[in-house]
């Protein structure tokens, strides 16, 4: 579940501030992440949240979890997903760290089950990107053990040095 709000907020920093969760689903083997924006990802773009999710998952930094009033949570940059109902005291989940700054790369309101620390992640791996209605987009991924899979399913043992060049850099 951690590796969505990375996506989340990596989604963000790339595509501008107008992209909001639509919907998700996680479970051992993979994640779906549903996000608000008019046009599909470039392919560039795509390789571009790859990399800042795993920047995030390398950095090793530990999940700080927050119990606040929703008004002090938002006030301190939380974001909250639009048609969810909030209690008076909420739950303020932090992870990674922004680029030159003390700042928390992901700030959500939660109440999931998260890693301890971000390295726990192991890898994040896109698999499709996709349109699924008007203003919609899907994103696919696994994680982990299963990342790791998919990452070296180009290698092959009859040619490995022509293989290593399908390996994303």
Known sequence: HSATHL??????????????QKGSLV???????????????????LKTIEAMVNEQIRAN???RTRLMSMDDAIASGAMALF???????????????????????SVELCGGTHVKNT???????????????SGVRRIEACTGAA?????VAPVTETDPV??????RQ
């Open 27 to 45: 479970d051992s083997q993979r994640l779906r992440f549903d996000f608000s924006h008019p046009e599909s990802v470039s392919a560039q773009q």
């Open 162 to 167: 022509k293989a290593i060049g399908l390996i």
């Open 147 to 151: 990342a790791f899979a998919k990452a």
């Open 61 to 63: 930094t530990p999940v």
């Open 119 to 133: 390295a726990d992640i192991g890898l994040f791996f896109m698999v499709s990107e996709s349109g699924i209605a």
């Open 83 to 105: 048609g969810e109902k909030y209690g008076d005291t909420v739950r303020v989940l932090a992870m990674g760290k922004a680029p030159d700054s003390k700042e928390s790369f």
């Open 7 to 20: 996506l989340h907020a990596a989604l963000r920093k790339v595509l501008g501030e107008h992209v909001q």
